[in-house]
C-alpha cells in the first residue's frame, strides 16, 4: 500500500503561484509515474503532469509553460509549481502514484485563482 499526503494548495490571485507537495510513505519501493490531476466542480478528473521515474514528463496542454512537476526520489515527494495561475485552474488536485501498475490517489487539495 502506498499512502499520498498532498500539502500547499489555497487561494491566489490570478497571475500568482503556488507549489504543491505530495509525499509517499508505505510501500514506495518501485514507485514508477507519479503525478498530477485535477477534478473542477461538475467535471471529471484530467491529467495536469505526469513525471516517469526517469524523469520524464508530460503535460496537458493548458498548463504547458505554466505549471513544472519534478521529483525527489530519495524524499518519495513529487511536486507541482503553478505559475500565472488562471481562474479556470480551480479545482482539487490530485496526486497520483502507479506501483506495480496499480494507481494510488492522495486525498486531494484545493487550488482556486481567484480572478
Known amino acids: 500500500q502506498v499512502q499520498l499526503v498532498e500539502s500547499g494548495g489555497g487561494l491566489v490571485q490570478a497571475g500568482g503561484s503556488l507549489r504543491l507537495s505530495c509525499a509517499a510513505s508505505g510501500s514506495t519501493f518501485g514507485i514508477q509515474d507519479m503525478g498530477w490531476y485535477r477534478q473542477a466542480p461538475g467535471k471529471q478528473r484530467d491529467m495536469v503532469a505526469v513525471i516517469s521515474g526517469g524523469a520524464s514528463t508530460n503535460y496537458a496542454d493548458s498548463v504547458k509553460g505554466r505549471f513544472t512537476i519534478s521529483r525527489d526520489n530519495a524524499k518519495n515527494t513529487v511536486y507541482l509549481q503553478m505559475n500565472s495561475l488562471k481562474p479556470e485552474d480551480t479545482a482539487v488536485y490530485y496526486c497520483?502514484?502507479?506501483?506495480?501498475?496499480?494507481?494510488?490517489w492522495g486525498q486531494g487539495t484545493q487550488v482556486t485563482g481567484a480572478s
Open positions: 497520483s502514484a502507479v506501483l506495480r501498475f496499480q494507481i494510488y
